[in-house]
């Protein structure tokens, strides 16, 4: 392999034009091609990097000068999309979700272990630095066994600007941010859940017909470990609430929120109308911000919580986590860990590393030059969803399920 992994980019839409800048800048990864039907997208792509532009992801796997593969394409593509460059023999990073099925979940994993390369399940936040030192001071048994972990999150994502069609194919935000929470949660748990019982729902309010969203908007949801830990997870996203006032102001990406950005989402959604002509805007408005549109880089500030315009920066956060030990408590902190004992409160104090895209390509890239199995794995990656259909699952059946895909946090 050469000295830099190669890598080619299936689906150069907006979640591209959020990926590609991130990883451009590092040192260990060369961008060496794109694959996607719209044109004018492929020409600035391969004007900004002089990388190969196909589009058929069938081509561009076919090529020798990739090593690997990130599927960013819509959700309904990330298994036939990944099993086209495993069976090319690429390494693969997707997007979550990894699917939006077991099954699909299955034959990818198989996909990678018959052609001898690495699949990783990328972005959730289990990759940050203040995830995996509280799940370090969990393991290390300091604080004895532990208890119970609570882990809530009040959002904006039903306000995002998505389409209706991704909103529907992720089931709001079960599927979509499930995934970064149910991935936290597993990792400070140990990994092995034994069962999931949960409520979701979605609670938009209409404005005309159809549903302003339709789609899942909230859920309750309540996990058993193997060791007996149990976890509540809580998630709404309906722009209401900002979970970053209960963490110092500070949302996702680490940086200070704007505290008028949920405001600005409901009127962004207002001013959209209802029905085929908001649809039709909708979509207007989605190809400007894809890869190679006009205003691409901008629908990240459309009501996201985090675009204000403070240059303050600390550790991301992904909601409120704690952890319960028989001998203390232990959340994130601002800039690193609390630790909370009978004596009192202390801090681990962490270092900017690696978070995001960077952290992704970096495991995948370690596993490549090291040949060793990564940790956010195709097996993790299922295990992680099949607690997200779990939640599915629960609702629609008021009952309690048992988990069968599990893998351990090691």
């Known amino acids: 392999m050469a000295e830099t992994l190669r890598l080619g980019i299936v689906g150069l839409g907006m979640g591209a034009g959020r990926v590609i800048p991130e990883i451009a800048k590092l040192p260990f990864i060369t961008i060496a091609a794109g694959a996607d039907v719209r044109k004018h997208a492929l020409d600035q792509f391969q004007e900004e990097f002089g990388a190969a532009a196909f589009t058929s992801v069938e081509e561009m796997c076919q090529s020798r000068d990739i090593d690997a593969v990130y ?16 069976k090319h023999k690429k390494h693969v990073i997707v997007e979550k979700p990894m699917a939006l099925s077991i099954d699909e979940c299955e034959a990818m994993n198989r996909a990678a272990d018959e052609n001898g390369v690495w699949l990783l399940c990328g972005h959730t936040h289990s990759f940050d630095p203040p995830v995996r030192k509280m799940r370090e001071v969990v393991r290390s048994g300091d604080l004895g066994r532990p208890l119970m972990i609570n882990a809530s999150y009040y959002k904006n994502f039903i306000y995002r600007p998505f389409s209706d069609h991704d909103e529907a194919m992720s089931r709001g935000i079960v599927l ?84 008028d950005d949920f405001v600005q989402a409901h009127r962004f959604f207002a001013e959209l109308g209802a029905g085929p002509e908001r649809a039709k805007k909708m979509e207007s408005l989605l190809e400007s911000w894809r890869y ?119």
């Open 71 to 86: 599927v960013a394409t819509p959700h309904e593509y990330h298994a036939q999309h990944s099993i086209v460059a495993l």
């Open 176 to 259: 979509n941010q499930g995934p970064h929470q149910v991935d936290i949660v597993r990792l400070l748990g140990g990994g092995l859940v034994r069962s999931v019982r949960a409520v979701a729902g979605a609670g938009d309010p209409t404005r005309g017909e159809p549903p302003a969203r339709p789609a899942e908007g909230h859920y309750v949801c309540f996990l058993e470990f193997e060791n007996g830990v149990p976890a509540s997870l809580v998630f709404s996203g309906y722009a209401y609430l900002d979970t970053a006032e209960l963490v110092w102001g500070i949302g996702e990406g680490g940086n200070i929120v704007n505290p």
């Open 292 to 410: 190679g549109g006009q205003a691409v880089g901008e629908w990240f500030t459309m009501g996201r919580s985090g675009s204000g315009a403070s240059t303050e920066r600390h550790q991301p956060f992904f909601g409120l986590n704690i952890v319960t030990c028989e001998r203390g408590d232990v959340r994130q902190s601002p800039d690193g860990v609390y630790v909370y004992t009978a004596e009192g409160r202390r801090e681990l104090p962490i270092e900017k590393g690696a978070h995001g895209r960077e952290a992704e390509m970096r495991e995948l890239y370690d596993a490549v030059v090291e040949n060793r199995r990564p940790f956010h794995d195709g097996r993790w990656g299922e295990a992680t969803l099949e607690v997200c259909l779990a939640i599915l699952e629960s609702t629609a059946t008021h009952r309690e399920i048992t988990m069968t895909h599990q893998v351990p946090a090691e």
